[in-house]
């Protein structure tokens, strides 16, 4: 399609039809101008027919709002979750657990789940401590994470779920404006309040579940998936276990061979084109960011896993004003994952064969659904 129609009309999963956009170029050109392609359809609207992309933007619905709206929340973002400061005050902490979690796996003899026993606590830790919140709490941002992502989720059921997060949430974000803390919550709120516009509980509300939604079932499935990828290609894995510094680019290199989504919609705002295709005003498109990620004149060979490719520049994280909030503790959590497991667990392996590995369908978060591993031995921190 790349080739052929590199704009090309589809009808998406919802049934609603689009134009699907795959080469790297124009991805960035439609991401990058959000004066000519909005956000108020929602990310996900073709995808997930619980967020149907024609509903109104509501009170604090940041990922549909364009222009100065949307800037107002960024801005109170930025200091909570994507400072350099920010990502260094976590560091010790996401390592700390990553070793943890392989101290208590070196207990036991394998075969384990490697997502359900390193992956999603591994996000579900980090985001919890995050926003400060109870770890003893996580089961509930994990069903909602899960719920909200998964196609199948009729709205009755999603509403359910909302209902018991923001209340849970705003419960939260009550207590930080009383007594704040240090954690990204509190610097939300203390930010929130002293904005010449003050952000409501209910903006905040959303501003943090949207965090714990988007930051949690995301990286545990990058993870995973990244994993997977590794032991089909062991020299890349043995590479790693003898050289964790290079972890930070063997993450940027998955993060962009393996994508995790299923495209970001968009819907334009006036006539125009793109990549000479007309696109009249009210018209949806789909941006493929993983076949833009996997375009060969951005990316020689872009099959290939190189753990040693320049991949910065991929639109893994999206591109443009809405690009990954959470970016940065997404790297971080990612490159302490490759830093650790295949240095302190050489010998892993893969439990079953590969052509078993079932992979999630009809969500938005694509990966495998469990990874079976085996080791021989589980050497200490
Ligand atoms: C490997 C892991 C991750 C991937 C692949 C990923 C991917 C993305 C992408 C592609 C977008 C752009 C959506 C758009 O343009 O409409 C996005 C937005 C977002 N992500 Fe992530 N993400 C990851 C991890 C995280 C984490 C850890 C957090 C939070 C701590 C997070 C929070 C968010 C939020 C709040 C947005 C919406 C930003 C906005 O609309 O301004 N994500 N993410």
């Not at 364009?66 to 976590?90: L, Y």
């Not at 209910?202 to 943090?208: F, I, R």
């Not at 062991?234 to 930070?248: E, G, I, M, T």
């Amino acid at each position: 399609m790349r080739t052929r129609t590199p704009v090309a009309r589809v009808t998406c999963p919802t049934g609603i039809e689009a134009w699907l956009v795959t080469r790297y170029a124009d991805a960035r050109e439609v991401l990058g101008d959000s004066r000519r392609f909005s956000n108020r359809c929602g990310p996900a609207g073709h995808m997930l027919a619980n967020m149907p992309p024609g509903v109104p933007v509501g009170e604090g619905d940041f990922s549909k709002m364009d222009g100065q709206d949307h800037v107002r929340f960024r801005r109170v973002f930025a200091p909570a979750v994507t400072t350099v400061r920010r990502i260094e005050e976590f560091r010790p902490m996401v390592r700390r657990t990553a070793d943890e979690l392989l101290d208590g796996l070196a207990a036991v003899s394998g075969p384990v789940d490697l997502h359900e026993r390193f992956a999603k606590p591994l996000t579900s830790s980090v985001i919890a401590e995050l926003l400060g919140v109870p770890y003893a709490d996580r089961g509930m941002f994990q069903c909602y994470a899960e719920t909200m992502f998964d196609g199948r989720t009729g709205v009755n059921d999603l509403a359910a779920v909302r209902v018991a997060l923001f209340g849970y949430v705003a419960n939260l974000i009550r207590s930080r404006r009383v007594t704040p803390g240090e954690d990204a919550l509190s610097v939300l709120v203390t930010r929130g309040q002293a904005h010449e516009k003050p952000f409501t509980d209910l903006e905040l509300t959303k501003m943090a579940a949207g965090l714990l939604a988007a930051g949690y079932d995301t990286t545990a499935s990058a993870i995973t998936y990244g994993v997977l990828a590794l032991l089909a290609d062991r020299s890349q894995f043995d590479r790693l276990a003898a050289d964790p510094s290079l972890a930070a680019g063997a993450a940027e290199e998955l993060v962009r061979l393996l994508g995790g989504g299923s495209g970001l919609m968009r819907v334009a705002t006036v006539d125009t084109e793109i990549a000479g295709q007309p696109i009249a005003a009210g018209e949806y498109v789909v941006v493929a960011i993983q076949a833009a990620d996997h375009d060969p004149e951005r990316f020689p060979e872009p099959e290939r896993l190189d753990i040693d490719r320049q991949a910065s520049g991929h639109m893994g994280f999206g591109y443009g004003p809405h690009q990954c909030v959470g970016q940065q503790i997404a790297r971080l959590e990612l490159t302490t994952a490759l830093a650790t497991l295949p240095r302190r667990v050489p010998t892993l392996r893969l439990a079953v064969p590969q052509k078993e590995i079932r992979f999630k369908a009809d969500t938005t978060v694509y990966g495998p659904v469990a990874l079976p591993v085996t080791w021989d031995e589980i050497l200490p921190a």
